[in-house]
């Protein structure tokens, strides 16, 4: 159980509270307990006795030891159970909160997207207290795309399934091997649903006990090698497994990852050998099967590299793929260059974020918790900034094989400003600027914010350039062919942002990028250990951008990372 994890319970409970239409005092007290945890530097395991913190009473300190405890929360559950289904599923249109989705509720009976929809255009919402003409219009607007928007679901949410997914199948013994297909395996920024294929000679076996430990609401399909289920969860995604013998199991994979477009270029090339590609192998002119060891074994069969996933959309790949081993792997990267401990808003701290950082096999790092204009994050004044010194070089110190540098995620503040003096960014091995408040200034603004850290010789790095949240916000809109330029001009690093709500740059921007020869970090953005596996999903997220090692600072040396800041 992470602090994070503790947190997030916490202000999961207000919301439910507040769509329950509870007493404020009582939301608050949830509210006031997360932001009592998320003040406090130390991590959960560093806490002796929670109910010593200011801000954490007996009731908010009872769910704490609960999750500690069971990993869960009895309170969050039976919320979960007296709220009406559909009001949690309301939380996702922008400009409706608990609040106001409570009122809703009792006074109009709305408990549905579509229920919503008539109640604002007979003109009821209207007429509520609290909701203006035109909050109704913009409602309205919402909830155009809303339908079509939750037919998929993010590659946040399906990262988190698959996570929990691997864990169960990893622990059936009679699975001889399995991976995740489809688009997600191809790292789309959204997916339909979760496939799996599963290599066993007892199906019937895998199927039980993965029906038996597997978290879901419905069965949707259970055949004795398809099982389809809806996973638990609001809003949650299906998952299909699959499940074939280990002689298919390469066919059945690259079958059953596509994308359909790259399928039937493979087909085609099969096609003029005389030959015939299906799931269950290559079908040879004298009507016999082919089977092969792994999916690479596969593409070698047709003259072809193995062709990673993410760049199978069914053109490039064919066409560039000697590039492909050019391209940045999980096992090129170095570095991570930005993160957040207790300091700031994070769940562990320096020494416990160095040591994860060591075992992943990296050879140095920069912690950069936020500046202090994110009170809400309890960014660092200078001051705190200096007292972080202290720890940082004590881990140094103990660990004279890695190096643990000393960074920010400094604000671009709305006025245009920096949120730290040229002296304290000096002081600093590497300087991120971010933007984090005013999204919705005009363009020009937004421009002039990031030019002035751009231009200042100080900042290394622009963090999560655009803002999206993939399927949430667009973002603050900037003009990426001006801020390439500038970074082109100015020597700095643009950040290919790994957490998967951000993804950020994305594709299309990563690719305007490289072409400018301006270099890019690949960043988890962790604020807890466990987000250090955003790594992953990130360097495969820039091999769709065909994103050359060598362009990515953090696959290169200690030495080459810090002449290339000294020299910027
Ligand atoms: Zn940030
Ligand atoms: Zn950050």
């Known amino acids: 159980m992470n602090k994070k994890k503790i947190i997030n319970t916490l202000e999961t409970i207000a919301t439910y509270l507040e769509l329950k239409g509870e007493n ?17 530097p130390r991590s959960i395991e560093e806490i002796e006795d929670v109910t010593k913190i200011k801000g954490i009473g007996k009731g908010t300190a009872a769910v704490i030891h609960d999750l500690l405890e069971t990993g869960e929360s009895s309170d969050l559950t039976s919320l979960k159970e007296e709220v009406p289904a559909g009001l949690p599923l309301l939380l996702k249109i922008p400009g409706l909160g608990g609040k106001k989705i409570a009122k809703l509720y009792q006074e109009l009976g709305v408990d549905s997207a579509d229920s919503l929809k008539a109640a604002c255009e007979s003109g009821k919402v209207g007429e509520l207290a609290g909701f203006g003409k035109k909050t109704v219009e913009k409602l309205l607007k919402e909830l155009e795309t809303f339908g079509q928007r939750s037919e998929r679901h993010p590659i946040w949410q399906l990262e988190e399934n698959v996570k929990e997914i691997n864990a169960v199948l990893e622990a059936i013994e009679e699975i001889e091997r399995f991976s995740v297909a489809g688009s997600f395996r191809r790292v789309a920024e959204t997916s339909k649903d979760i496939d799996f294929i599963i290599a066993s000679a007892q199906p019937l076996v895998v199927k039980d006990k993965l029906l038996a430990a597997l978290s879901y609401t419905e069965i949707v399909a259970a055949g004795d090698t398809k099982i389809s289920v809806i996973l638990a969860g609001d809003d949650a995604a299906n998952a299909d497994f699959r499940i074939v013998t280990d002689a298919e199991y390469p066919t059945a994979l690259h079958h059953f990852t596509g994308s359909k477009e790259h399928n039937v270029r493979m087909r085609q090339i099969a096609k003029e050998r005389d030959e015939k590609i299906s799931e269950y192998g290559v079908e040879q002119p004298d009507g016999s099967v082919l089977t092969f060891e792994t999916e690479k074994a596969f593409f070698n069969h047709f003259d072809l590299p193995f062709i990673p996933p993410t760049l199978r959309a069914g053109h490039t790949e064919f066409e560039r793929h000697a590039d492909i081993p050019h391209l940045v792997t999980l096992a090129d990267i170095r570095s991570d260059l930005h993160m957040h401990t207790t300091w700031s808003d994070g769940a562990h701290t320096v020494r416990e974020m160095g040591e994860a950082l060591i075992e992943r096999g990296y050879d140095y790092a920069v912690i950069t918790d936020h500046s202090h204009y994110l009170k809400v994050a309890n960014g660092l004044t200078p001051e705190r900034l200096e007292q972080q010194k202290e720890e940082i070089y004590a881990f140094n110190h103990a660990h004279p094989e890695f190096h643990l540098l000393r960074g920010t995620e400094m604000d671009i503040l709305p006025d245009g400003s920096l949120d730290f003096s040229d002296d304290v960014m000096s002081s600093l091995d590497f300087v991120i600027a971010s933007i984090h408040s005013s999204f919705s200034q005009p363009q020009e603004q937004i421009m002039e914010r990031l030019h002035t850290a751009l231009k200042n010789p100080h ?42 709500y951000r993804l950020d740059l994305c594709v299309e921007h990563l690719e305007m990028a490289a072409k400018a020869g301006v270099p890019v970090a690949i960043n988890t953005d962790a604020h807890a250990i466990e987000q250090l596996r955003y790594m992953d999903i990130g360097t495969k997220y820039a091999q769709k951008a065909w994103l050359y090692k060598d362009m990515i600072v ?13 020299n910027k």
Do not use: C
């Open 459 to 500: 900042v290394d790095m622009i963090a999560h350039p655009t803002g999206r949240v993939i399927h949430q916000r667009d973002g603050y809109n900037p003009d990426m062919a001006q801020l390439i330029a500038w970074a082109k001009e100015y020597g700095k690093i643009l950040e290919l942002n790994a957490n998967p």
């Open 554 to 566: 953090n696959t290169w040396s200690f030495e080459k990372f810090m002449d290339f800041l000294n």
């Open 24 to 40: 404020p005092f009582k939301i608050s007290a949830f509210r006031k307990a997360a932001a009592a945890l998320e003040n406090d």
